[in-house]
C-alpha cells in the first residue's frame, strides 16, 4: 500500500510518498518520492497549516492515499494530535488541532506525534535499532528528544516526547524562543553552531578551520547535554539524528573523544538520516495506538 509521511520543522516541511508491502514489517517501507516546501513560520499559524497541506498535496492528490503520518515540532497529544505548547519557531501552534485540520481538508486516517518521536520510531521499527531504552537527539533549528518506554506497545504514552532542548545548560546565558535564557537548544542546534561563529551556514562553520572555536564549543556543550541525559533517563542507546548529523564528520569524533567511556559507548549515529521522521510517522500511523483510528491489516 502507499501512504504519506510529513516531517514539519521551524523551516521546512518535508513530505513523502512511501510505500510498504506489509504494515508491520519495517524492512519493507520505502520512500518512493520526496519534497519540501518551506514553513515560512514568521506568517503565523494558518500560513503554516496552508504549507502543511501543500506539502500534503504534493501526494495526496496524485494518489489514493488514504493514511497520512505525521511528525511536527512542538509537544504534541498524540491521543487527538494536539499541539499542546509550541516555541515561537511555530507561532500560534500551541492549542492547534493539527490533526482536525488536516482530516477536515484530507479525510483518511492521521496521525500526528512530535517529530523527534516519529524519528525515534522510524529508527527502531524501520532502522532497526536495537535498544531496549533508546534515546534519540535530533539536531535541528532545536533540539528535539524523544524516548521508548515499551518497544512492545507502540501507541500513546509508549514514546516520551523529553523537553531536554529547555533544560537550562548555561543559566543566563542566550535567550531561547521558549522565552527562558540558556536552554540547550540554543547551544547544541544547528541554530547554537551558528550563533557560535556568527554565521549564516553551518556548512561555512563545519568545512572552515577558522571556526574551529565554535565547534568545540558546540561538542563540549553537546557532552554536558549528553551526561545530563544520562544521570537523568539511563537510555542504553542514544541515536544522533537531524541535519547537522549529515556533517557528522566534522565533529562526532572530537564529541567522543570528550565524553566518558560511559557516555560515548550508548552513542550511534542514526541510520536513516532527514528519513526517520518521514518514515517514523508513517509506520506510526499504520500501527501505532494513537487515539481513536481506523485499523488497517497488518
Not at 14 to 32: E, F, T
Not at 74 to 92: F, Q
Not at 179 to 191: D, I, L, N, P
Request: with cysteine; aromatic share 8%.
Amino acid at each position: 500500500m502507499k501512504l504519506i509521511g510529513v516531517d514539519i520543522g521551524g523551516t521546512g516541511i518535508k513530505s513523502a510518498l512511501i510505500s510498504c508491502g506489509r504494515a508491520s514489517d519495517g524492512g519493507s517501507y520505502k520512500i518512493l518520492h520526496r519534497s519540501s516546501v518551506p514553513t515560512e513560520a514568521k506568517y503565523g499559524r494558518d500560513h503554516i497549516v496552508e504549507n502543511i497541506c501543500k506539502a500534503i498535496d504534493n501526494y495526496r492528490s496524485r494518489t489514493d492515499c488514504a493514511v497520512i503520518g505525521v511528525g511536527s515540532a512542538g509537544d504534541i497529544d498524540d491521543s487527538c494530535g494536539k499541539v499542546t505548547y509550541a516555541t515561537a519557531a511555530l507561532p500560534g501552534f500551541t492549542g492547534l488541532d493539527l490533526r482536525g485540520a488536516l482530516k477536515a481538508r484530507f479525510g483518511g486516517k492521521i496521525v500526528v506525534v512530535n517529530d523527534a518521536s516519529a524519528a525515534l520510531i522510524g529508527e527502531v521499527y524501520v532502522g532497526g535499532s536495537k535498544g531496549e531504552r533508546p534515546m534519540m537527539l535530533t539536531l535541528g533549528t532545536g533540539l528535539g528528544c524523544a524516548m521508548i518506554k515499551d518497544r512492545e506497545k507502540l501507541g500513546c504514552g509508549s514514546v516520551d516526547n523529553i523537553r531536554i532542548g529547555h533544560y537550562v545548560l548555561h543559566e543566563g546565558g542566550r535567550d531561547c524562543r521558549c522565552g527562558k535564557k540558556g536552554c540547550a537548544e540554543m547551544y547544541v542546534s544547528a541554530t547554537g553552531l551558528k550563533m557560535n561563529a556568527d554565521k549564516d551556514k553551518v556548512e561555512d562553520i563545519l568545512y572552515n578551520a577558522e571556526y574551529a572555536f565554535a565547534v568545540d564549543k558546540f561538542c563540549s556543550d553537546f557532552k554536558k547535554v549528553l551526561e545530563y541525559a544520562c544521570l537523568t533517563y539511563d537510555p542504553d542507546e542514544i541515536l544522533i539524528g537531524g541535519g547537522v548529523v549529515e556533517m557528522a564528520e566534522q565533529w562526532w569524533d572530537k564529541l567522543c573523544d570528550m565524553c566518558s567511556s560511559d557516555v560515548s559507548k550508548r552513542l550511534k549515529k542514526a541510520e536513516l538520516g532527514n528519513r526517520a521522521a518521514l518514515l517514523g510517522s508513517a509506520y506510526a500511523a499504520l500501527n501505532g495506538n494513537f487515539g481513536m483510528q481506523m485499523s488497517y491489516d497488518k
